[in-house]
Structure formats: C-alpha cells, structure tokens
C-alpha cells in the first residue's frame, strides 16, 4: 500500500493505481476528457492536470498517466492547476467550439469568451476512440495517422476497414460528439447524448456555425460587450 | 468500382500487379516478428519499389501479425516513407533555419523552376521527385541538397542544372580521381596485422585488397578495389549474388570476423585495419554495398 497526501487529506492505495483513481477515491472531481475506465489511461487531453512536490520545485502532472507515489503532496485545486485548466480548456474550446461536452466543461471553469481563433474542428485528437476500437471491440480498424498538425483519425488508405463491424462504440465514447450529433432528430441518434433540450443561440451572427450552448451564452456576451 | 474498393484484403492481394507477394514475404523473412522490426520492414519495400505500395502493406499486416491501423500509421508518421510513386531520382532541399538564412529558398524557387513541380511531386516523366525536409543536421554547410543521397553543400542556383544533369547520368557512375569521395586506403589483416594490400593485379588502377574466401567447400582468392566508394571486385570462384562467404587472411589464415551484423542485411560484417589507425569493415553478402570506414 502507498499513502499519500491529496489536498490535506491521507489516502492509502494500492501500488499502480493513478492519481485520478486515488483522488476521485476521496471524491475530489478533476474533470477529464481522454479517460475512461476499462480503456488504457493515454494523458492526451491534459485536463486532469494536478500539482505534485513543494513548493519551489512543484510541478504539473497529468493526473490519468501518473502513478501514486509514497508521501506524495498532491493538489487537485491549487491557483495554477486552475489556471492551467482553463487555458486548456479555452485551447480545447477554441479547436471544437461546437462541442457540447466542452462548451459545458469551460461554462462550468467560468470562461466566458474565446480568445482564441475558432478552428471548428471535428476531433480533439483525445485517442478515445482509437482505444475503445481497440481494447474493448478487439477491432482495431481506426487508428492514427500522419504527424504533427496533420495528425489525424481514421481507417487506413480511407477505405471502409475489414476489421470494423460498425459497433459505433467510437461515435458512443466521443467527446465532440460532431459524428453522433443530431439533436434536432433525437431519435436518430445513436446515444442522444448531445441532445440539448433549450434552443441554440438565435443572436449568433458573428458565429455562424456555431450552435452556442454555453451558460451563459458566449455569443451573447460578446455581442453585449460591444 | 465500390465493390473492388471494399474487397477483402486476401482478395486484394491476388489481384494486385505490380506487386510481388514472394518478395516482401522475403523481406519479412529477414526480419524477426517482434514489433521492433517494422520500420526496417518498410525501409526495405521502399528501397525496394520506391515508395509503400497499399499492397505491399497489407501483405505486410497480414503476414507479420500486425494490424494494418499501426503498419498505415507509422508509413505516414515518417517523413521518409511516401505512399505515392516517387521518380527516379529524389531530391531533397533543406528548408532548416541555417540553409533558409543561407538562401535556401532561393535554392527550391530554382529547383521548382528547372524542374517544373512544387515540393512534394513528382514530374510526369517520372525523373524527379522533389521534396523538402526541416533540417538535415549539417547547418554548416548550407543550403544543402540531397540527390539519391549524395549530400551537396554551399548550393548556388547556378550549380542546380549542372546537379539535376549529373544525377540524371547516375552519380555512382562518378569518375574515379575527379570525386573526391573516392579515395584509396590501404588495410591489414586484424589478426596478424600483416598487409593485404596486393600489388599484382590492380583494380580501378591501385593495389587491390588480396583475401582469400570459402564459399560451399571451394576456396579461392578475392580481389576488392582498395578505393573507399569502389565496389569493384576480382574473384576467382563464380559467387552467386545473395550469398555470404567466409573471408580468410592469406598470411594468417585466420577467419576475419567481427561482432557486429550489417545494418542493411544482416549478414556478417568484417573488419580490416587501415594503415594509419582505423577500421573499415564490408559486408560479407555478395551484391551487399554496405560499408562503414571508422578512422582514428
């Protein structure tokens, strides 16, 4: 067994388990978008950033990938995990403004405006989906591609895989939900986990494509500060 | 159309034609199965045809057991492997910081004119495939150019004609004397450190490196040009390509052997001491140009 401190409080854990395994043990919340139990941790959305060490030589871990230490001091909420997270967040809101699942996340982190060019990209390159092809569907028809800002998913060549048997189970676990979102025809989705019940923004010139679910409403708040 | 396009890979496989199943099962055959040896696979299909036929990968993830997901993506991760046909002759310019400050651009402007492509294609007689890379690790020479290899430094644009005409002649047809990457090294045996040199019958004009090599229980002498970037021989047995022959010192006797595999095919490498401190050490594969020169 480890023991180690998270925000003030002693836990002990056994030896392997994660930071995020241990503090959500506690039932301290450290929002994330890459992880889910039953698939390998991967520490690609680095939304559950915590802060480990003292003082001067604190640093910021991803939570997912870094295993419990003895007498770690781990800070789950501290100023800089804070900031950190919301930086990212702003990044992550920015590359797919049309996220549900993000827009709440940064609602809920208190940003109110994107500072940041809207890229309305389809994918947050989290990896969910390669895994879940992977290790739960024993398929391994998806995967990635190309390198760097080109970094992409999807079968190989672009050809329908031999291997995939259209579970959807890589539409089901994405968090950007852009290939299961139907909204306007719930029962045509697959797990309707996008619908949103009030509607879309109305005042969203400046946002065309948009459809703005923040609370409250980015669009808005922007269009009001002119 | 679409039909053929979702068709199983085993179905792909017989129909593809340009492709050769026996050869890249051979390729395969050389490396071992673990995961490690992929890109040493895929190196060698694309010494091979050029560039990665889609073929050639799917034979490659259904006979190696790796799935064709990880086999795609580390054929487009690296630069160096193209998906798409390249032409004869590859030419790469250095784009890195040094050669960009150096006049690098200038350089590809040159380039994409005399050749009439952008970086990235190939032109319609298939000659010449142009590309780009970030940084070739030799800032002090720049802008460099690489042409099937050969690394060239300080560029002008008014050298890139001239260079685009010899690589169409072929540099390994380089004359010997005129290039100095060609060079003549004298070697001794690394066991009674006795000379090999050989002045009775010279190769490409200079003593030649006199060893004695056995080959399916017959023995016989073996004459290699003693120039560094040569590949000129004189054998007295008939050494079918592909095969590993044993070398012997003619003083000694002694089997000259080393410790280490050639990086291309594995096959034995064997060491010879060059006069002066060093070791130049050939590969022991007939057809296999693999050598390394470590001087002191």
Redesign the interface.
């Known amino acids: 067994m480890i023991t180690l401190r998270i925000n003030g409080l002693d836990v002990s854990v056994e030896k392997g388990t994660t930071l995020l395994e241990a503090a959500r043990f506690l039932g301290f919340a450290i929002p994330t978008l890459c992880h889910m139990d039953g698939l390998s941790p991967y520490g690609a959305c680095r939304l559950c950033v915590v802060e480990i060490g003292e003082a001067p030589k604190a640093k910021l871990v991803s939570s997912c990938t870094y295993p419990a230490e003895e007498g770690l001091k781990v800070r789950t909420t501290s100023s800089r995990v804070l900031r950190a997270r919301r930086m990212i967040l702003e990044l992550l809101l920015a590359s797919c403004p049309q996220s549900k699942t993000i827009q709440d996340l940064a609602s809920k982190h208190g940003i109110r405006r994107q500072r940041f060019k809207q890229e309305y990209e389809d994918c947050i390159l989290c990896g969910l989906c390669v895994r879940m092809c992977e290790e739960q569907m024993m398929a391994k028809a998806i995967g990635f591609r190309n390198r760097g800002e080109n970094r992409e998913i999807g079968t190989p060549f672009d050809v329908k895989s031999d291997v995939c048997r259209l579970c959807g189970g890589c539409m089901y676990i994405c968090p950007v939900c852009q290939l299961r979102c139907t909204y306007n025809e719930p029962e045509k989705a697959i797990c309707g986990g996008c619908m949103n019940l009030s509607p879309p923004c109305i005042e969203k010139e400046p946002f065309d494509d948009m459809m703005c679910y923040m609370d409250p409403c980015v669009a808005c708040e922007i269009q009001n500060n002119k | 159309m679409k039909q053929e396009?979702?068709a199983?890979?085993s179905d792909r496989v017989e129909v593809c034609e340009d492709v050769d199943v026996t050869n890249i099962l051979r390729i395969l055959e050389k490396h071992n199965e673990d995961r490690g040896g992929l890109i040493a696979i895929l190196e060698e299909i694309q010494g091979e045809y050029g560039y990665l036929p889609?073929e050639a990968?799917r034979i490659v993830s259904d006979r190696s057991r790796r799935?064709?997901?990880?086999?795609?993506?580390v054929a487009?991760?690296?630069r160096s492997f193209s998906l798409k046909p390249r032409g004869k002759h590859l030419v790469c310019a250095c784009l890195g910081t040094a050669c960009h400050v150096r006049g690098a651009p200038r350089i590809v402007e040159e380039l994409k004119h005399q050749l009439g492509i952008k970086p990235g294609e190939t032109t319609p007689d298939k000659e010449f495939t142009l590309e780009t890379v970030n940084c070739l690790g030799a800032c002090a020479l720049g802008p460099v150019v690489v042409i099937d290899g050969h690394y060239f430094s300080k560029v002008r644009t008014s050298r890139i004609g001239q260079l685009l005409d010899e690589a169409r002649k072929g540099f390994d047809s380089a004359e010997i004397g005129k290039d100095k990457r060609i060079f003549p090294i004298s070697v001794s045996c690394p066991h009674c450190n006795r000379s090999l040199m050989d002045e009775t019958l010279p190769i490409d004009g200079y003593p030649s490196i006199k060893v004695n090599i056995t080959h399916d229980h017959e023995e016989g002498w073996l004459r290699l040009s003693c120039l560094y970037g040569s590949h000129n021989i004189a054998a007295e047995l008939d050494i079918p390509g592909n095969t590993v022959v044993k070398i012997h010192c003619p003083h000694c006797g002694l089997e000259i052997l080393c410790t280490s595999d050639c990086s291309m095919c594995r096959a034995p490498m064997v060491p010879m001491l060059v006069h002066g401190g060093g070791v130049v050490k050939i590969c022991s594969r007939r057809g296999c140009k693999n050598h390394m020169l470590d001087l002191v």
Do not use: R
């Not at chain 2, 799935?67 to 993506?73: A, E, N, R, T």
């Open positions: 396009a979702f199983s890979s889609e990968l799935s064709l997901v990880d086999v795609y993506g487009t991760f690296y």
